[in-house]
């Protein structure tokens, strides 16, 4: 079960995708003079500028390859630390650990993303930039975030692979910090089957981290830059037919994330009161996705059971975002000296036990979001789920 993005293809990505088609030109560079070129990936890129109101943009692979290749921009070399939260996706860690750098875990609080207090205890001389990662579309808490950035004179990297579109503050997450990656795959907010974006307003992490996407090239090359190339590179350029779908799913951002914060809302209100339960804290209420609705119960004891009884779990025992169901990224850690496997974090292991998520757009037993309704779901559906959610409070108490 995929992303809201997923509910939503339809006759808009088959029009884009069918030009490119048609086209027999499927690679993101050519001249921007011949009409046959469709440039769907430089517009997706000028889109997302426009939008988001930052200088630069740059269209990847994956989210994976756009965290990657912004940190490779801002410099993370062998050794250094990069401080990220102990409730993310793999990639956050494996991004870090493949620009040679350290991933230096980080406590959650009540946001179920990175305590800004516990960022300032794991700063030491060898940190290199803070990863903040805007878990299930919910914003950091950035300005917190930013002030200890420009305190301590450390650059921030967002990893807003699930929080396409959500705002702090009224800015767009990923364009907050330096540099910031975004995720087009299959379960994210909008989706291109897969593929990533970068944002940066600064122009020497944008022609850096573009020249490590392609070769050391200098962005938009129409030719070969013999004598020009500064650093070393690798490929993780879109294509022309993943730029056109990723386009025509940008365009539908707005209005999916109307529906989004309208049936979190609607599905919020109707389980608001449920005994021993609360919500976890929102740092932007108006700017969040609307992706999921998490709740906290009081003891790890009721989350287990009322998972139980509607066929899901509290989010410790899901598959993908929980550092210690993570046995090849806590081997690493245990190479370099990490604290890791469960009890390394005792703050997020208590939450993530009494947390559960219930699927509002992105529905994914992966996330510990089988459970729930999803874009397309009816005022009636959401009353159901509400309900069934409800009944299974009452009978676990
Ligand atoms: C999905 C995700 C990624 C990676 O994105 P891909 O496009 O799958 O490579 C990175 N970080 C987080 C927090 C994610 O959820």
């Excluded at 939503?8 to 088609?21: H, P």
């Excluded at 190339?229 to 993780?236: A, E, P, S, T, Y």
């Excluded at 309704?373 to 009636?380: A, F, H, K, L």
Aim: charged share 20%.
């Amino acid at each position: 079960m995929p992303g809201p993005g997923a509910y939503w293809i339809g006759e808009e990505e088959k029009k884009e995708i069918n030009e490119v088609v048609d086209s027999k030109y499927w690679f993101r560079y050519g001249n921007m003079k011949d009409p046959n070129f469709k440039h769907k990936v430089f517009d997706l890129e000028q889109e997302l500028c426009q939008k988001f109101q930052c200088q630069h943009a740059l269209a990847t692979t994956s989210g994976t390859a756009s965290l990657l290749v912004s940190l490779l921009a801002l410099g993370v070399k062998p050794g250094d630390e990069v401080i990220v939260p102990a409730y993310t996706f793999v990639a956050s860690y494996t991004s870090i650990i493949f620009a040679g750098g350290v991933p230096v875990l980080t406590e959650i609080n009540d946001s179920l993303t990175i305590d800004p207090e516990e960022i300032k205890k794991r700063i030491t001389p060898k940190t290199k930039a803070i990863m903040p990662v805007h878990m299930l579309g919910n914003p950091c808490d950035m300005s917190a975030i930013m002030d200890i950035a420009s305190e301590k004179g450390l650059p921030v990297i967002e990893d807003a692979c699930q929080a396409f579109g959500a705002q702090y503050g009224g800015k767009s997450c990923g364009t907050i910090g330096n540099i910031g990656a975004f995720s087009l795959n299959f379960f994210k907010t909008i989706t291109s089957g897969d593929g990533g974006l970068v944002a940066t307003s600064d122009k020497d992490l944008y022609e850096r981290a573009f020249g490590f996407h392609d070769q050391g090239h200098l962005p938009n090359r129409t030719g070969v830059e013999v004598g020009n190339r500064l650093i070393l590179g690798l490929n993780f350029r879109m294509n022309e037919l993943t730029g056109a779908g990723a386009l025509a799913q940008f365009r539908k951002l707005p209005k999916l994330l109307t529906r989004l914060r309208t049936l979190k809302t609607s599905l919020k209100e109707k389980l608001r009161g449920t005994p021993g339960i609360r919500f976890r804290t929102i740092n932007d209420e108006a700017g969040e996705c609307g992706t999921l609705l998490t709740v906290i119960f009081e003891t790890a004891e009721k989350a287990k059971a009322v998972g139980e009884l509607l066929g899901t779990g509290p989010i410790a025992r899901s598959g993908w975002h929980v550092y210690s169901n993570m046995e090849h990224v806590g081997a690493h850690l245990a190479s370099v000296g990490q604290p890791h496997g469960f009890g390394s974090y005792p703050k997020t292991d208590d939450l993530l036990l009494r947390a559960m998520n219930i699927s509002v757009g992105v529905v994914d037993g992966g996330l510990g979001a089988g459970f729930g309704v999803n874009i397309n779901s009816t005022d009636e559906e959401v009353a159901q789920v509400a309900d069934r959610f409800r009944n299974a409070v009452a009978q676990t108490s």
